[in-house]
């Protein structure tokens, strides 16, 4: 036996209703939250050059680029352009762990194969959650030591990709052990490459099409080494962690999707999401104005300087400055979608801020319940001091996520892609009903111009 066919005999066998109405119903939500931020990442160059490589290699026609009138591409080609233009745009979602950005393979994934194989849409959530699930099992044991080795969040988020397609492809254990193990041997991505570069959308979209090669290969028998993660130069002691020795199968509402996922609500990478919600939250209880900030403390458990460009240009930038976040969350008491409009980013009320933004001593009390939380504190010209934390940010499963919030980012970022608003409702409509629906033909249909 192996962890890897402990696994796959765990989640093999798992259809839609063996699994919380609320794993699947986050799934839904993690489609719409994908789908909104390709909508972004459509026209961004890092999509286009992938997209134009795609169509040149052209293949068997399978699945639909999205928001694209073109003909049908093999489904692992269509999923690694679709991956791309999500990521590209970072508003996607993260796993609190260490920013694995797990839905937006899956996504690509599972609509890709479904419009291959036929499959419904409980079968697609299913397999969003089994493959979140597969991930999250994973990546624990080297959560976050395989982040501070260099290794970036892909090289997790790909066995998300492989099991979701493994289980829409109908894989038995046997050969399920075989595409978690393919997909072990398979992940990469170096996170030096991806801080500050269009690198961290390639990754998303590689690990994506790796993923699905893995499944189609291990359907076909090819045999792996099913005991590739563990032992002493196995996967888990590789990226930093350690051996996991049981299983120790979820009950009740303690799955992955459920406890460590977050949709992006903002734009930008999740660890500074806190940032820009603690900021607001302070500056609004405050009630203060941006020319009375004297100083601005940030501080988080761990935390002893503030990297990412300080003063941002563009939107690979602001996704990676927590300076921006912070300072643009004073200025404006809020920290929304329009902060990562060129309009904002140039703001030299933001840009005066930033300067004023110190780090400050880690805290010391409640230091377990910071996850990609963080402490804000503004002292004011005449003295007063305001302060506020956020352990875990807006957006997080583990606090909860409401369809109205979901409805509200897709309905602000999806006219990006240039859909009509009709169109944008039928789709959103058809999204919230996903696990009725007998094919994923409608939604995709609802996406193409």
């Given amino acids: 036996m192996s962890f890897a066919r ?36 459509k026209e961004i160059v890092s999509t286009q050059i992938v997209r134009e490589l795609a169509r040149e290699r052209g293949g068997t026609p399978q699945a639909s680029v999205w928001f694209d009138a073109g003909a049908k591409l093999p489904a692992a080609e269509t999923a690694q352009v679709n991956a791309i233009m999500s ?26 194969l479904a419009e291959r194989t036929g499959v419904t849409g409980s079968e697609v959530l299913a397999a969003m959650v089994c493959g979140y699930e597969a991930a999250g099992r994973i990546s624990d044991p080297v959560s976050p030591q395989f982040r501070e080795r260099g290794h970036h969040g892909s090289t997790m ?17 046997d050969r399920l052990t075989q595409a978690i193990a393919l997909a072990a041997t398979s992940a990469s991505g170096v996170v030096k490459a991806a801080d ?38 196995g996967f888990l002691k590789v990226y930093g962690g350690k051996d996991v020795a049981t299983l120790g199968v979820p009950s009740g509402d303690d799955w992955d999707i459920l406890t460590d996922m977050a949709v992006k609500l ?7 999401h806190a940032f820009g919600e603690a900021a607001a939250n302070a500056a609004r209880e405050g009630n203060i104005a941006a020319d009375q900030v004297e100083s601005i403390t940030v501080s988080r458990p761990g935390l002893t300087r503030l ?6 240009k563009d939107l690979i930038d602001m996704a990676h400055s927590p300076h ?98 009709e169109r944008i409702e039928q789709s959103l409509k058809l999204i919230r009903d996903f ?11 609802a996406i193409r111009p």
Wanted: aromatic fraction near 6%; include cysteine; charged fraction near 20%.
């Fill in 157 to 173: 988020a790909i066995f998300a990709a492989a099991v979701a397609a493994g289980k829409l492809l109908k894989l038995d254990a």
């Fill in 307 to 312: 990297g990412g460009p300080k003063h941002p």
């Fill in 435 to 445: 696990a009725h629906a007998r094919n994923v033909s409608e939604l995709i249909a």
């Fill in 196 to 233: 500050t570069s269009v690198a961290r959308e390639y990754h998303a979209g590689l690990v994506t099409r790796a993923g699905i090669d893995a499944a189609l290969a291990a359907q076909k028998g090819f045999i792996a080494e099913e005991t590739v993660l563990e032992g002493p130069t």
């Fill in 324 to 421: 921006y976040f912070t300072a643009a969350g004073v200025a404006d008491k809020h920290f929304g979608w329009v902060h990562c409009g060129a309009e904002k980013i140039a703001d030299t009320v933001i840009h005066r801020l930033i300067g004023k933004i110190t780090v400050g001593p880690p805290p010391t009390e409640h230091v377990e319940r910071y996850r990609q939380g963080a402490t804000v504190t503004i002292r004011t010209t005449d003295g007063r001091e305001v302060s506020n934390t956020v352990f875990l940010p807006h957006g997080s499963a583990a606090l909860g996520i409401d369809w109205a919030d979901i409805e509200a980012k897709y309905r602000t970022l999806m006219p990006n892609c240039g859909l009509s608003a």
């Fill in 87 to 112: 990521d590209a745009a970072a508003s996607d979602d993260s796993d609190l762990r260490a920013i694995v950005h797990c839905g937006t393979p899956l996504t690509a994934t599972v609509l890709a």
């Fill in 266 to 272: 903002v734009p930008g990478g999740h660890p500074y």
């Fill in 6 to 41: 402990d696994l796959a005999a765990f989640l093999a066998p798992l259809g839609h209703d063996d699994l919380p109405p609320r794993a699947t119903d986050y799934a839904a939500m993690l489609i719409a939250s994908t789908l909104a931020s390709a909508a972004c990442g």
